[in-house]
């Protein structure tokens, strides 16, 4: 029997953060999966997958992104960028990247002060925004959902995110 990984906690205030965030889901789904060892948490949405994750920022508060992993093995073109870019421009909060052949879109806000309202409506943006354009993406520029990713056992999401903030930095 594997023993429980323990969660690492960078700052006290990450640590409130993560907690208020996890009382907050457990209100909120039905059903979540808690990443332990990199504090995050996972949900399905339509034919996305979500990731909430917590990191410090500073001393005194932490970062919480909610991301969806949109479409997975797409390769990268001037008018599939240039999709992105035009809905980027159009959505009211978060935005499309593209790291490698993955395209992910997310939103992010400080946590200190959290409000339900405010995780509800990250939650709500990005889940329905990855829903509504990944089967046109995917129909329109190939490669596959993160549902279809899942059930081909292609998408690890830890592994995914972590190549993706290697990536971006």
Request: charged share 30%; net charge negative.
């Amino acid at each position: 029997m594997g023993s429980k990984r323990e969660k690492a906690f960078n700052t006290a205030c990450q640590e409130e953060v993560y907690r208020q965030v996890k009382a907050y889901l457990d209100e909120l789904v039905d059903e979540h999966f808690d990443d332990a060892e990199h504090c995050d948490f996972y949900l399905k949405y339509g034919s996305t997958v979500l990731e909430i994750s917590i990191d410090p920022y500073q001393e005194d508060d932490a970062v919480i992104e909610v991301l969806a992993f949109c479409v997975q093995g797409v390769e990268p073109s001037f008018e599939l960028m240039s999709e992105l870019m035009k809905v980027n421009a159009e959505v009211p909060l978060g935005a499309f990247s593209m790291v490698g052949e993955h395209v992910f879109f997310s939103h992010s806000f400080l946590g200190r002060r959290l409000r339900p309202e405010q995780l509800i409506a990250s939650l709500d943006v990005v889940a329905n925004v990855s829903d509504e354009y990944d089967e046109k993406l995917v129909s329109k520029y190939g490669g596959e959902t993160a549902i279809d990713r899942l059930r081909s056992g292609g998408l690890r999401p830890p592994v995914q995110l972590a190549a993706r903030k290697a990536d971006s930095n």
